[in-house]
């Protein structure tokens, strides 16, 4: 090796000395000129890999680029007519209505009659258009319903939003609000009530704008940089909520908020609990909501004249008679992620039973109270397949 | 002496970490007494580095090559950090000589080594730990879906861990190829295997050669009549189930493909050429996958609950995955590639190989980086371990 090196150098210094030292500097610049066609090759690949991966991502995952709601009803909006693709969670291509929620029903008038409000369950970005519960309720009842739910509105930040949401929207009859948790915490709760809750910021102006509208892929790859981040990462460990006074002074308030607006408009408030669904071991349906926080709530409600329909009964009949859970989807966890479309069948199917009886029974309190009781899961109504009873009938206690 | 001191102690290095829980259990369980348990944690890889060492002392003692004098080298083949979780298990004969004659970092070896560990990220985070949330789901309670998808969930654990431990090994074999070591290859379509044989010639290589080398032979292989050639292929098997795990669950694994091997050889002598190849394909196939439902249940409880709801017409959730199909349609579709490649190249036996893109081209770049991408996008990012990791 020596021996030729010495040889290549010797080489070398010849035709230097010949070429009077250029070829040395022509070779510099021919390393130059090399190193440069590389990079310029890798950065038009880089470029042309992104445009690629921007169109694969229009039909495998695109959340869409959210703008800020400047009425008021929800943190932000989606653009008008915003398309959408999932394959990550069933597989759904959507579009978005001119106010940037996901409505497909054509409304007959201008008039709202039942606002829906809620989290991504609501929004339903998961499932088809005409599977999700608003396009339910309006198939099956003569109101009107508008879906303005949207992702990470949870029950906080739809109580925060839900007077501008009536001001806008003024609902004549109903305002329906869904909730994943009734273990609520007396840290947002207070934070609603004293105006301090955060609100969820939109890029929708500048660089990162342009960049989530023109890289559909960026918004993925940002995604799964941060899940990914977050992987080895423990959830802070929660603080065992104490369901004492202070608590149901908190949750009332937070109910009465909540409650005030809509009264107000002449309209009525149902909040309806969509828990979690789960199977345990030997293969049974698993209730794991706290019971304790699900009765407080239940009895704040109450005190409030808020209905509230809790749809654990239904969606274990649901697993119980057809198997299926109402949560997950084919390419997902079974029982978890966001509702599929018997889940919104189910909470669909409840609602309309709940809203045809209340106004059968028209604006009676008394009524109201009496099913609220009856409604209690406490009181173990003989309910379901083999009761003899219709879920209507069982659930306003009509025997 | 020094080698039976040095193997005696490596084992029961392994046999404390591995499996002291394991028989404690058990002889309490056989005295009718409270099972007792140690709290004793697991060092990460110890099967593997356990066995590299073991084959070293051998390989010396039998003079395969001489004992390395630099204690570095040693140290590195031992615990080189690419196959320290979960192998391949190297051989110091492949291993020492690369050392030795170690050049650094090369661009070809670059090129070649950074697909090959992207290849292995695709089939563990896009195939493998996807296919594992399903699996999980439905080991967890098997009685709860239908038998559809107790077989659909069956097929993807065979899936699973075929890509998430040839993923490992790739990641392995690619990061090693970037610093500049050439490791073997540890799986060669084990899915298209004819037998259960067959099989073991396809499936983690260099174990199955690691049993046969220093084991199986020592123990007299074949050459000591048909009665201890039995016993033998069922000793050899035993072992390799507990080594895969200290569970009464690898035990009847190993077992099982004992009795199989056995079968195999007393029927394999039948001249069968390419008759019903394929039908025996499947039938391996579905013997594999039957037998992975043992090695991945909790319990033999939990085995036996999942082959009844296996083999008992029933209804319960239905769940038809669809990255389950996604996974078999990549392994079709790579075997093809792979017949394919291997009948043009004019070879009998089919060999995989890895899909390498030429990346000083426009369009390899492209499709590098297209790959890279949908891997990361397409990547579940949940909690998920190495299954081998484990063992």
């Known amino acids: 090796v020596k021996t030729n090196r010495t040889t290549l150098l010797r080489d070398k210094i010849k035709v230097d000395l010949e070429c009077g030292g250029n070829s040395a500097g022509e070779e510099r610049m021919e390393k130059l000129r090399r190193i440069a066609a590389g990079l310029w090759k890798l950065v038009f690949s880089g470029i042309l890999s992104l445009c690629l991966g921007s169109v694969l991502m229009s039909a495998y995952r695109y959340p869409g680029v959210h703008i800020v709601n400047e009425s008021g009803a929800t943190d932000y909006k989606w ?132 960049l989530q509208k023109a890289l559909p892929v960026l918004q993925t790859l940002y995604k799964q940089t941060r899940d990914w981040k977050n992987e080895g990462i423990e959830e802070t460990e929660e603080i065992e909520q104490v369901y004492d006074e202070t608590y149901a002074a908190a949750l009332d308030a937070f109910l009465a908020k909540a409650a005030t607006p ?30 304790e926080a ?30 299926r859970l109402a949560h997950g989807f084919i390419n997902t966890g079974v029982g978890v992620g966001h509702m599929n479309k018997y889940g919104h069948q189910v909470i669909a199917d409840t609602l309309v039973d709940v809203i045809r009886t209340d106004k059968m029974e028209g604006e009676n309190s008394d009524a109201h109270s009496l099913w609220v009781r009856n409604l209690d899961w406490r009181d173990e109504i003989p309910y379901g397949a083999g009761s003899g009873m219709c879920r209507t009938c069982c659930i306003f206690g009509i025997f | 002496m020094v080698l039976a001191v040095g193997c005696v102690a490596l084992v029961a290095f392994l046999g404390y970490f591995k499996y002291m829980n394991f028989f404690a259990d058990s002889f309490c369980r056989l005295l009718g007494r409270d099972t007792v348990t140690w709290n004793i944690i697991l060092p990460v890889g110890i099967s593997f580095y356990t066995f590299c060492a073991i084959a070293y002392l051998i390989d010396v003692y039998r003079g395969e090559y001489p004992a390395e004098r630099n204690f570095w080298y040693v140290a ?237 017409i029933h209804t319960g959730i239905s769940q038809p995955y669809t990255w389950s199909f996604f996974a078999m349609a990549v392994l079709v579709a790579g075997s093809i590639a792979a017949y394919v490649k291997s009948k043009r190249a004019g070879q009998n036996r089919i060999q995989g190989f890895y899909p390498i893109v030429d990346l000083s081209k426009c369009w390899g770049q492209i499709a590098f980086f297209t790959f890279t991408g949908l891997t990361i996008i397409m990547g579940y990012y949940g909690d998920t371990a190495f299954i081998y990791g484990n063992f």
């Open chain 1, 262 to 291: 809509v009264a107000d408009s002449g309209a009525k408030l149902i909040i309806f609990y969509q828990p979690p669904t789960a199977i345990d071991e030997d293969g049974n349906y698993m209730d794991s909501t706290d019971l």
């Open chain 1, 294 to 323: 699900k009765a407080l709530f239940q009895d704040a409600c109450e005190e409030n004249g808020i209905l509230f329909v809790d749809m654990t009964e239904p969606f274990e009949e649901l697993y119980n008679e057809q198997h």
């Open chain 2, 76 to 312: 590195l083949y031992i615990s080189f950090f690419p196959k320290l979780t979960a192998g391949p298990i190297a051989r110091g004969k492949d291993f020492f000589p690369q050392v030795r004659a170690y050049r650094g970092i090369k661009w070809n070896a670059v090129h070649d080594g950074v697909q090959i560990l992207v290849i292995g990220l695709f089939k563990k985070m896009v195939l493998a730990d996807h296919l594992g949330v399903f699996v999980d789901d439905v080991f967890f309670c098997p009685s709860a879906y239908n038998t559809g998808t107790v077989l659909l969930a069956a097929v993807s654990y065979s899936l699973q861990i075929y890509f998430d431990f040839s993923g490992y090994s790739d990641m392995a074999i690619g990061i090693s190829k970037i610093l500049g070591f050439d490791l073997a290859p540890n799986f060669n379509l084990p899915y298209l295997a004819a037998n259960v044989s067959d099989f073991w010639k396809r499936w983690h290589i260099s174990l199955s050669s690691w049993f046969q080398d220093y084991l199986y032979i020592p123990l007299g292989g074949s050459r000591r009549g048909e009665t201890r050639t039995y016993i033998n292929l069922m000793l050899v098997m035993l072992c390799s189930g507990l080594w895969h795990g200290a569970g009464w669950t690898f035990v009847v694994w190993g077992f099982c493909y004992g009795i199989l091997g056995c079968i195999n050889r007393a029927v394999g002598k039948i001249d069968r050429g390419n008759r019903w190849k394929f039908l025996r394909i499947v039938l391996t196939f579905g013997i594999v996958t039957l037998l992975w439902t043992i090695f991945r249940a909790d319990s033999m409880k939990k085995a036996a609950q999942f082959l009844k709801a296996l083999f008992s």
């Open chain 1, 79 to 210: 653009r008008p007519n915003q398309r959408k693709a999932t394959m990550i969670e069933g597989f759904t291509w959507l579009r978005m209505d001119d106010n940037g929620f996901n409505n497909a029903y054509e409304p007959v008038g201008e008039r709202v009659d039942i606002l829906l409000m809620g989290s991504s369950q609501m929004e339903a970005t998961t499932i088809a258009a005409k599977e999700n519960t608003g396009y339910l309720l309006n198939e099956t009842l003569p109101e009107y319903t508008y879906n303005i739910g949207i992702s990470g509105h949870t029950i906080y930040t739809c109580v925060k939003n839900l007077k501008a949401a009536v001001n806008e929207y003024q609902p004549t009859e109903y305002v329906i609000l869904e909730t994943a948790s009734v273990e609520l915490s007396v840290q947002d709760m207070q934070a609603v009530l004293e105006g301090t809750y955060a609100i969820i910021p939109s890029h929708d102006h500048g660089l990162l704008y342009i």
